[in-house]
């Protein structure tokens, strides 16, 4: 675990379905700080959403617009930053991200991770990551690809498998935030 008390920003990181927006939104309210989300940030430059900018232009392109706004938001001081689930794939992001922020892994079970995106009605705004395959097949492996990445770049984790939006941003408040 690396912690440093020199940082400022609350980053959170994970894959999709995990419950970053909630527990982004809650922190940003209960601690007055003001939070950006890296997708929504990708949206307005994008002219589009997600999906239709990927289906426009590709996966390489969007993530070459992800990482211009992971580095407009890591030069901010004291917000919480929601980031999109493929920030990781990229360690020049994490490496920006990293220099004044404490990352934060927002981790769920696949089975919830599963359960909660069939559930979205916003899931469609989600393109796959790979091509021909299912849906379901897409969230399997790159979960499982994934994992490692949040697991190396995370300083601290939080379950919402376990534990419910609430507790984890007690936590996060308490014990990350409160020694910041
Ligand atoms: C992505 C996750 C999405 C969004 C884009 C790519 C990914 O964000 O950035 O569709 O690579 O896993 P959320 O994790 O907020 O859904």
């Known amino acids: 675990?690396?912690?440093?008390?020199?940082?400022?920003?609350?980053?959170?990181?994970?894959?999709?379905?995990?419950?970053?927006?909630?527990?982004?939104t809650k922190l940003a309210q209960n601690l007055d700080l003001n939070r950006l989300s890296t997708d929504d940030?990708?949206?307005?430059?994008?002219?589009?959403?997600?999906?239709?900018?990927?289906?426009?232009?590709?996966?390489?392109?969007?993530?070459?617009?992800?990482?211009?706004?992971?580095?407009?938001?890591?030069?901010?001081q004291g917000v919480v930053i929601d980031c999109g689930g493929g920030v990781v794939e990229n360690p020049e992001n994490m490496r920006l991200l990293s220099q004044?922020?404490?990352?934060?892994?927002?981790?769920?079970?696949?089975n919830d991770v599963l359960k909660r995106l069939a559930e979205d009605p916003l899931d469609a705004q989600r393109p796959l990551l790979t091509q021909n395959t299912t849906k379901q097949q897409d969230i399997i492996e790159n979960y499982s690809r994934r994992l490692p990445l949040y697991e190396r770049f995370a300083a601290f984790m939080v379950n919402t498998s376990t534990h419910s939006p609430d507790e984890c941003c007690r936590y996060i408040q308490s014990d990350i935030f409160g020694k910041m």
Request: glycine share 8%; proline share 0%; hydrophobic share 50%.
């Open 100 to 110: 004044n922020g404490i990352i934060i892994w927002v981790h769920a079970e696949l």
């Open 41 to 76: 940030m990708a949206v307005e430059r994008c002219g589009m959403s997600i999906a239709a900018y990927v289906e426009q232009h590709g996966w390489a392109a969007f993530r070459h617009i992800e990482h211009e706004c992971v580095a407009e938001a890591a030069s901010r």
């Open 1 to 24: 675990m690396i912690f440093s008390a020199s940082k400022s920003n609350l980053v959170l990181i994970g894959f999709r379905g995990t419950g970053k927006t909630t527990v982004s």
